[in-house]
């Protein structure tokens, strides 16, 4: 048989394991290559090559281009493509997913799709933000509710802090200037947010339109686990660079936000967070959520693929 030209993909075994990869490389002003089964990135510095098979995710940003045969490997690799603003703080599109199996997305849709799962989800959300109380027989109404003056709470501190005057959360998204510097701030933070919880819902092969909190929207399940962040990110920043009186809120916000998310490692910290939210009972399971396994559905339990099945007995 006459071999397939090029060079040959990369076997499952070659793999590095999702534990032991690198999270991320982000790139910018640089075009990305294929070196036999290492990425190439070439920019005025050099040349640098990166083994493909221990990357979990490519950040592609400004100023970046790929070629086909890069593409290709990471897809064999099982790494993802993410294209985003300024260090990570905007996302764009990605490539394949980093997930080789199914489980997180149909655990997702699993629990949204029963009113009981999914109140129990948006409960272990809203505790993530109320460590020190019981949330457990709280009403989706109670629970917005308490979330509401926490947020409310946070703004006047911040506020009392930096010395800025707050009214409320005032914002018009087709009218950006529109807005007093604190609320314009406070969009910008929002916005990179956003784009980092994006970026980490579609490398894990969860599906961004299903939410539990929020819902009706493309992006509904970013929105549900960016909220457990603001408060922690969005919010202080915004109000620190409102009281700087800087002359360009929207890029000085992404660039703080970007240093804090770095800093942080919120990457990881969000990778956890999902894995705990759509499988609490399998605390191992972010080890696994890497394997390659193709299965053939059936009503007493899934089978092997691969398999000819055609010497079974046919009930009709």
Known sequence: MKEIPGVRPVRIGELVRAQDRLSFIYLERAV??????????????????????????????????ITHHA??????????????????VRYYAHGRSLARTSRLLEAQALAVSNQTTRLKVARAMYAMRFPDDDTSGLTMQQLRGREGARVRRIYREHAERTGIEWTRRDYNPNDFSGSDPVNQALSAATTCLYGLVHAVV??????????FVHTGHERSFVFDLADLY??????????????DDVDDIPSA?????????HAGGLLGRCSKDIHTLLLPDEPDAADTWDADIVELWDRSGNVTAGISYDDEEVPW
């Open 202 to 211: 579609v490398a894990l092969g969860c599906t961004p339109g299903l939410g």
């Open 230 to 243: 603001k408060a922690e990110y969005a919010i202080p920043i915004a109000f620190d660079i409102a009281a």
């Open 253 to 261: 916000t992404r660039r703080a936000v970007r240093d804090a998310i």
């Open 32 to 65: 990305v290559h294929r070196d036999a089964n290492a990425i190439t990135a070439t920019d005025e510095r050099g040349v640098v090559h990166i083994p493909a098979a221990t990357l979990g995710a490519l950040i592609l940003g400004p100023g970046t281009r």
């Open 71 to 88: 593409m290709m490997l990471l897809a064999e690799s099982g790494s993802t493509t993410v294209w985003v603003g300024e260090r990570g």
